[in-house]
């Protein structure tokens, strides 16, 4: 495993101090994120549609995931061990997302096709997130080597690790973006009715 070489600061680069921007994002995001997911569990509440792990499962635990984001966003230049949680947050609130989005896929599309591709996009979305995992866990060796840089030991390269996981995420996120499409184009309704469902999944799509 090659080990990475990291090039020396510049005094500016070591100056500059993005904490107060990055803290006003993450409470603005806990404030927007806490509304819609009140709004959410109301309105499953309101139309008694509030059965399946979706809803008690995985849109509750994307949002604690996503807070987790946000705290950490507050007070992640604190240190480099905050940021190895982070990894592993991120391979969390990539998933739970897609996985809430292909089950309500699963219950409105009715084309065998389509649900075959849901059930191939849900796999991809699961094995690429055990594979963010696993790096994280253990691209550094020891694993105290992520943050403590002066115990002896090597990490892998980070870059290759990024692109690597990157790739199956665009593209199941496209999966994503396209899937009702076809189905939502051939629904017999009112042109502005299927724009507006249209642009409602692409909007939860993104």
């Known amino acids: ?8 600061l510049t005094p500016e680069y070591s100056a500059e101090d993005v904490g107060r921007p990055l803290f006003d994002v993450s409470v603005a995001f806990i404030v927007v994120e806490t509304l819609f997911f009140a709004l959410y569990i109301t309105s499953k509440f309101i139309t008694k549609g509030y059965n399946g792990i979706d809803t008690w499962c995985l849109v509750p635990l994307s949002y604690l995931v996503n807070m987790g984001h946000c705290v950490l966003g507050i007070d992640i230049t604190t240190g480099l061990m905050l940021q ?10 990539t998933t739970l997302p897609k996985l809430t989005i292909l089950i309500l896929y699963l219950k409105v599309l009715r084309e065998k096709w389509a649900r075959r ?4 996009v849900a796999l991809i979305v699961v094995l690429n997130a055990m594979a963010i995992f696993l790096t994280a866990a ?41 899937l009702p499409l076809p189905t939502l184009y051939k629904l017999q309704i009112s042109p502005a009715k299927k ?10 799509g993104l």
Do not use: Q
């Open 1 to 8: 495993m090659p080990t990475i070489t990291t090039p020396p």
């Open 138 to 178: 253990f691209i550094c060796h020891p694993f105290a080597a992520n943050w403590d840089k002066s115990i002896p030991g090597h990490c892998g390269d980070y870059m290759i690790y990024y692109r690597c996981v990157s790739v199956p995420n665009i593209v199941t996120d496209l999966a994503i973006l396209v």
């Open 195 to 204: 724009v507006g469902l249209v642009l409602t999944f692409l909007t939860g």
């Open 117 to 120: 591709i849901t059930w191939v």
């Open 84 to 93: 190895v949680v982070e990894e592993f947050l991120y391979g969390t609130s």
